[in-house]
């Protein structure tokens, strides 16, 4: 459950910065130190969201990063959004390298159970480092009790293996990535 801190000094209201930041009264604005300091205080207490309004500024800090909340950011003015970016929020989270790019993936067929060997007793069709053809089997998916072999559709070398041995299996699923 997260902590949440609000104060809002006009319920309900959603808006953005309704001035350019100045207090008309005092003709003063915050200042990126201020924003700093209100950003320190808002972790330190352990709050994921903080809200604050008055007649003259919004001010909305969120530790939480999503895509949606990029578009209104965007949008917002110039102190609003570098609250937003201060240390409260969190970075946005790094995309993942795709190991398997450029590798042929063989898929399951159909939803059942797979197995890399023809029996318990016996060696697996294939494994890593194996050389296969198009018509080569390299596995079997057992679905309603029917053995179905599972052929490469493919020329060139397993280089990964995505499923254990008895694992169930849905369509689609990668189950080989194979190197041309």
């Known amino acids: 459950m997260s902590e949440t ?3 809002a ?10 001035d350019t930041g100045k207090d008309a009264s005092t003709g003063q604005s915050f200042d990126m130190d201020e924003l700093q300091s209100l950003a320190a205080l808002v972790n330190e207490h352990g709050f994921t969201d ?8 919004r001010v909305k800090m969120s530790k939480a990063a999503t895509v949606v909340a990029a578009p209104a950011m965007m949008a917002a003015p110039p102190a609003v959004q570098a609250a937003s970016t201060s240390p409260v929020a969190s970075a946005a989270p790094e ?3 795709d ?6 993936k063989i898929t399951s067929p159909i939803v059942g159970t797979f197995y890399r060997s023809p029996g318990p007793d016996k060696p697996p069709f294939v ?3 194996s050389s296969v053809s198009a018509e080569s089997v390299v596995c079997i998916v057992e679905a309603m009790k029917l ?3 599972i052929q490469a559709e493919t020329s060139g070398t397993i280089v990964k293996v995505y499923v254990e041995n008895g694992q169930p299996v849905e369509f689609g699923q990668p189950l080989f990535g194979v190197k041309s």
Do not use: Q
């Open 5 to 7: 801190g609000s104060a």
């Open 9 to 18: 000094a006009e319920e309900g209201k959603v808006g953005e910065k309704k």
């Open 127 to 129: 494994s890593e480092g």
């Open 95 to 97: 995309v993942p390298v």
């Open 147 to 149: 053995m179905n072999e």
């Open 50 to 57: 903080f809200e604050f309004e008055n007649e003259n500024i």
């Open 99 to 104: 190991e398997d790019a450029g590798l042929f």
